[in-house]
């Protein structure tokens, strides 16, 4: 027999429990994402606590005074120029998040239920526009739609209209248009995969059971992709309402929305304490539209059912 | 019901699908077509077939500048996402742990939230922590944006991945940083490149976070942002413009391919009948 | 097909593998609990039981990918405490196969050479020896995803035998193989630890193949071993109704013990009547009762007038066709349950209508005392 097989129970016991220690599941896996998890933490988490410190404090010039205040935040609320670019980037995030969702819904039914064998070949197509860089999509808009642009030149060209049209850029519409067309791919994604979990068993039980194709779809699809409609929706709506690109491009003095109004105080304006209390304020009011959204969206599934 | 029936059999879903896809392309398009117009202001009729806009690129310096700190920035960027993407993706595809879940989401944050609050928050602490803006402080914001997509590309490429493999090689005599090299890198090696070349893709064309991080020099999508200012330039930026779409769809379309086969490899294992 | 000639090779009692007292608990939950186990050098070993019986998680711990709670593993006369699972001398055919997607037939073979530096020639030549071991020559260039699920089985096997480990385990080996397959697989793997005489430690649910392969075998259910036997001593004497049960059909008869000794035990039943039976060694009394237990097909049809020693009337009151053999259900005065019998057709037991009154005839020593 080996020394190893005799050796002191106690000895053998310690060694056993540091071995499973290091070989802990959590140990290993928390070790392992750990520089990832400390990185978000000093990106993410550090810069928002101090977003949301300065917040509370105020600009002297070039130094911040420390003490605590909400003056920021009565400014933020009541300031009518404030309160009326929050509202409109609110109305334009949801607008635009609804139609991004109402369109791309049937895209990804058509991908997922009718895409056969081409269905990678279908996505592929449909994120592809979405890798290109933001801001050329931005600006390809303006070109459409400027006042010597693609739409008014080829209205004019097609006898359509006599002089350009100054109504296509420079106000919200051109920006919920180009906002819809930038997140399109971003919408598509989430309702694909919740339509693809769905089992098509299911819709065949439905049919079996004696609903048409529409009652079918309405009683069993449209519920089960709930969740998709739920997450593309928010994934439109949340990062659309701190645009700051599409206003300033094609938003004119109309389009304005509070990105631009955060980015002046960090700008010109040298206000950090009110960009940072107009950023938490932003944050705040679209949590709150996200969570009525997906309220509504959970109440209209129930009454669907 | 009979109009119901064939528009959920595909028939107008098929021709909607198609609307789409035009929706969807169409303004990117007219980049490239106006680029090669000899006319400098975008519009209809198109005046004739010329490359001058290209050919004027190489000749302004700022703009190879740009183009420079674009290349360092988008391989540096990419670089560190993905090796932190890696050991996440790792993390939550192999092991089971308290917190894992709340960790990943925090990690994946930056793919939802505005930019622009992204941008000024690092903005604030960079400043307060006496962080000189330059590009390394964009390389570290767009590291950040990175992350999230590095992660989607290669949690998809491990999650496939039978653990069985890695205990075979251990099994058969293989150290740990052995199996890692003899069997864990060859299988996941597509989804690695992919993530590197969407990283490079984001970085490339991101602008907003590049806007407020940067010291003095520019990025591309900057350099592009200062000429928009000026009428004149316009042809310039659409000729610009194009080589960056152009750019984009050729890393992303490798990216893909890349990403299909690491897929395609992952899954055959295990396949009884294969 | 040939049945395979089992323990043909002399086995030496030397002890292979030898497990004590080993617990593996997940927080509250035992996955393994107390086991102590000897496999013994060059024999063909099986752990059998229920999926979550605990045999896996005691085919790991020996690999070396999980480690007992408490308890202590050796192999070979050597402790595995602390022994990663690279550095242990035993191999692994795992139920995925677990084959290389990226490497060629023979590069997965010789995964494990390399680290040995070998040389070329030597390594080439262990390759060659394994492929044809296992009936692969000629093979080597394939790739993983060009081998059916057979080929695949063998390519982790030789990989394996490759490393001539003192074990090797298998991980159900065969769950992925059409049944055709399985039954040719059974038969050589047989041959093949005959020819390499390694110890095999095989982890199977399905009892066919453990009772066709196996020199012992051991029943798990729950984290315990239940039993530890010979296939034969496995089927004809199972220590409870759940392992009789596990090995295959068994009819149940309740019994009054009248005479317990050490040898044996004296029993009265309903049905049998009184029995004197061999008493099982784990066999602890609870109470007056106990049960009794029969194998299907060693109740045996008494056409016409034949008579035996011992026998039981009754009605067949369903007839199950089965191809080669037929289950008749026959209801016997005074037994609760129906007992189960199996016949095979060559007599024409096929034909017997349902109603008809039969008689069975049986070897008491057939029946085996099982405690309550």
């Known amino acids: 027999m080996t020394a190893a097989a005799e050796r002191s129970p106690a000895f053998g016991m310690t060694r056993a429990r540091r071995n499973a220690l290091l070989q802990s599941e959590s140990v290993q896996g928390f070790a392992l994402i750990s520089p990832t998890f400390?990185?978000?933490?000093?990106?993410?988490?550090?810069?928002?606590?101090?977003?949301?410190?300065?917040?509370?404090?105020?600009?002297?010039?070039?130094?911040i005074d420390h003490t605590f205040t909400l003056e920021n935040y009565r400014i933020a609320l009541t300031e009518p120029i404030y309160r009326d670019l929050l509202w409109r980037s609110l109305y334009i995030s949801l607008t635009v998040s609804f139609f991004t969702v109402i369109l791309a819904y049937p895209i990804a039914y058509f991908i997922s239920f009718h895409g056969g064998r081409h269905k990678?070949?279908?996505?592929?197509?449909?994120?592809?526009?979405?890798?290109?860089?933001?801001?050329?999509?931005?600006?390809?808009?303006?070109?459409?739609?400027?006042?010597?642009?693609?739409?008014?030149?080829?209205?004019?060209?097609?006898?359509?209209?006599?002089?350009?049209?100054?109504?296509?850029?420079?106000?919200?519409?051109?920006?919920?248009?180009?906002?819809?067309?930038?997140?399109?791919?971003?919408?598509?994604?989430?309702?694909?995969?919740?339509?693809?979990?769905?089992?098509?068993?299911?819709?065949?039980?439905?049919?079996?059971?004696?609903?048409?194709?529409?009652?079918?779809?309405l009683r069993v699809t449209l519920p089960l992709s709930a969740p998709g409609v739920i997450s593309a929706a928010l994934i439109v709506m949340i990062p659309t309402v701190g645009d700051y690109v599409t206003p300033k491009l094609v938003g004119g003095k109309d389009g304005v929305m509070i990105a631009?109004?955060?980015?002046?105080?960090?700008?010109?304006?040298?206000?950090?304490?009110?960009?940072?209390?107009?950023?938490?304020?932003?944050?705040?009011?679209?949590?709150?539209?996200?969570?009525a959204t997906v309220l509504i969206i959970r109440a209209i599934q129930r009454l669907a059912r | 019901m009979t109009a119901m029936r064939r528009f959920f059999a595909g028939g107008?879903?098929?021709?909607?699908?198609?609307?789409?896809?035009?929706?969807?392309?169409?303004?990117?398009?007219?980049?490239?077509?106006?680029?090669?117009?000899?006319?400098?202001?975008?519009?209809?009729?198109?005046?004739?077939?010329?490359?001058?806009?290209?050919?004027?690129?190489?000749?302004?310096?700022?703009?190879?500048?740009?183009?420079?700190?674009?290349?360092?920035?988008?391989?540096?960027?990419?670089?560190?996402?993905?090796?932190?993407?890696?050991?996440?993706?790792?993390?939550?595809?192999?092991?089971?742990?308290?917190?894992?879940?709340?960790?990943?989401?925090?990690?994946?944050?930056?793919?939802?939230?505005?930019?622009?609050?992204?941008?000024?928050?690092?903005?604030?602490?960079?400043?307060?922590?006496?962080?000189?803006?330059?590009l390394f402080t964009v390389v570290l914001g767009h590291v950040l944006i990175c992350i999230p997509y590095s992660m989607t590309v290669l949690t998809a490429g491990f999650e496939g991945f039978d653990r069985s493999l890695e205990e075979a090689s251990a099994d058969l005599g293989e150290s740990a940083f052995g199996t890692f090299r003899r069997v864990t890198l060859p299988m996941v090696a597509p989804a690695i490149i992919s993530s590197l070349l969407v990283c490079f893709t984001i970085s490339l064309d991101e602008f907003v976070i590049a806007f407020f991080l940067t010291g003095t020099e520019t990025t591309l999508p900057i350099y592009i942002w200062g000429q928009l200012r000026f009428a004149a330039k316009l042809p310039g930026v659409l000729a610009l413009g194009?080589?960056?779409?152009?750019?984009?769809?050729?890393?992303?379309?490798?990216?893909?391919?890349?990403?299909?086969?690491?897929?395609?490899?992952?899954?055959?294992?295990?396949?009884?009948?294969? | 097909m040939p049945e395979p000639t089992q323990a043909e090779r002399p086995q030496t009692d030397r002890a292979m593998i030898e497990i004590r007292s080993v617990t593996r608990s997940y927080g509250a939950f035992k996955a393994l609990d107390d086991a102590t186990l000897t496999i013994r050098e060059g024999e063909f070993f099986s752990l059998l039981g229920p999926s979550g019986c605990g045999k896996t998680t005691l085919l790991r711990m020996i690999a070396?990918?999980?480690?007992?709670?408490?308890?202590?593993?050796?192999?070979?006369?050597?402790?595995?405490?602390?022994?990663?699972?690279?550095?242990?001398?035993?191999?692994?055919?795992?139920?995925?196969?677990?084959?290389?997607?990226?490497?060629?037939?023979?590069?997965?073979?010789?995964?494990?050479?390399?680290?040995?530096?070998?040389?070329?020639?030597?390594?080439?030549?262990?390759?060659?020896?394994?492929?044809?071991?296992?009936?692969?020559?000629?093979?080597?260039?394939?790739?993983?995803?060009?081998?059916?699920?057979?080929?695949?089985?063998?390519?982790?096997?030789?990989?394996?035998?490759?490393?001539?480990?003192?074990?090797?385990?298998?991980?159900?080996?065969?769950?992925?193989?059409?049944?055709?397959?399985?039954?040719?697989?059974?038969?050589e793997l047989r041959r093949l630890q005959q020819a390499v005489g390694i110890t095999f430690v095989l982890v199977t649910h399905d009892q066919y193949e453990a009772l066709a392969m196996s020199d012992r075998i051991a029943v798990m259910f729950g984290g315990k071993i239940a039993q530890v036997a010979s296939p034969k001593e496995i089927y004809q004497r199972p220590v409870n109704r759940q392992v009789a049960d596990f090995l295959g059909g068994m009819n149940f008869v309740k019994a009054e013990i009248v005479e317990e000794n050490a040898a044996s035990l004296v029993v009265d039943t309903l049905g049998f009547g009184r029995v004197r039976t061999d008493k099982p060694k784990a066999f602890v009394r609870n109470g007056g009762g106990a049960t009794l237990g029969i194998r299907p097909e060693r109740l045996r049809v008494l056409w016409d007038n034949a008579t035996a020693k011992f026998e039981v009337a009754g009605k067949v009151?369903?007839?199950?066709?089965?191809?080669?053999?037929?289950?008749?259900?026959?209801?016997?005065?005074?037994?609760?349950?129906?007992?189960?019998?199996?016949?095979?057709?060559?007599?024409?037991?096929?034909?017997?209508p349902v109603g008809t009154s039969i008689r069975l005839a049986y070897d008491p020593e057939a029946l085996v005392a099982m405690a309550d």
Request: charged share 15%.
């Open chain 1, 38 to 63: 400390v990185y978000a933490l000093i990106l993410l988490v550090l810069p928002i606590l101090v977003v949301l410190a300065h917040s509370f404090w105020t600009q002297h010039y070039l130094t």
């Open chain 1, 120 to 217: 990678s070949l279908w996505l592929f197509l449909i994120t592809i526009p979405f890798w290109t860089s933001y801001l050329l999509r931005v600006m390809s808009w303006k070109v459409i739609l400027g006042y010597n642009g693609v739409l008014n030149s080829g209205l004019m060209g097609l006898g359509i209209i006599d002089e350009p049209s100054t109504a296509l850029l420079y106000n919200s519409s051109a920006v919920i248009i180009t906002l819809t067309h930038a997140w399109a791919a971003f919408a598509i994604l989430p309702i694909f995969v919740s339509l693809e979990k769905v089992d098509r068993t299911l819709v065949e039980a439905a049919t079996d059971l004696g609903d048409g194709p529409l009652h079918s779809f």
């Open chain 1, 260 to 291: 631009n109004a955060i980015q002046a105080q960090f700008g010109k304006a040298a206000n950090w304490p009110l960009g940072a209390a107009l950023s938490v304020t932003t944050m705040l009011v679209v949590s709150l539209m996200a969570g």
């Open chain 2, 12 to 134: 107008w879903l098929t021709a909607y699908a198609f609307l789409y896809i035009v929706f969807l392309y169409l303004p990117v398009i007219f980049l490239p077509i106006f680029s090669i117009n000899t006319a400098p202001t975008p519009k209809f009729p198109l005046t004739g077939y010329t490359l001058k806009w290209y050919e004027d690129l190489p000749k302004t310096p700022a703009l190879l500048d740009a183009a420079w700190n674009s290349l360092i920035v988008g391989v540096s960027a990419s670089v560190l996402a993905t090796l932190l993407g890696i050991l996440a993706a790792r993390s939550i595809t192999r092991y089971r742990y308290p917190g894992r879940r709340t960790i990943n989401g925090l990690i994946m944050a930056p793919l939802v939230l505005p930019e622009i609050i992204l941008a000024i928050s690092m903005l604030l602490v960079m400043l307060q922590l006496g962080l000189s803006l330059s």
């Open chain 2, 242 to 274: 194009t080589l960056l779409l152009v750019a984009s769809f050729v890393l992303m379309t490798v990216a893909e391919i890349l990403r299909r086969r690491a897929a395609r490899r992952t899954q055959n294992e295990g396949g009884l009948y294969a």
């Open chain 3, 64 to 187: 070396g990918f999980d480690n007992p709670t408490s308890g202590s593993i050796s192999v070979g006369g050597q402790s595995m405490e602390g022994i990663p699972a690279n550095r242990r001398p035993t191999n692994m055919v795992f139920q995925s196969y677990a084959i290389f997607p990226h490497l060629n037939v023979e590069q997965n073979v010789a995964y494990g050479l390399k680290r040995l530096k070998l040389g070329g020639t030597e390594e080439t030549r262990r390759v060659e020896e394994a492929l044809a071991q296992v009936s692969l020559t000629g093979l080597g260039k394939r790739l993983a995803t060009e081998l059916s699920g057979g080929q695949r089985q063998r390519v982790a096997l030789a990989r394996a035998l490759v490393m001539r480990p003192k074990v090797l385990l298998l991980d159900e080996p065969l769950s992925a193989l059409d049944k055709k397959l399985r039954e040719q697989m059974q038969v």
């Open chain 3, 317 to 352: 009151v369903e007839r199950h066709y089965f191809g080669e053999i037929t289950h008749l259900i026959v209801e016997i005065p005074g037994l609760e349950k129906p007992l189960s019998v199996t016949e095979t057709n060559d007599f024409g037991a096929d034909d017997i």
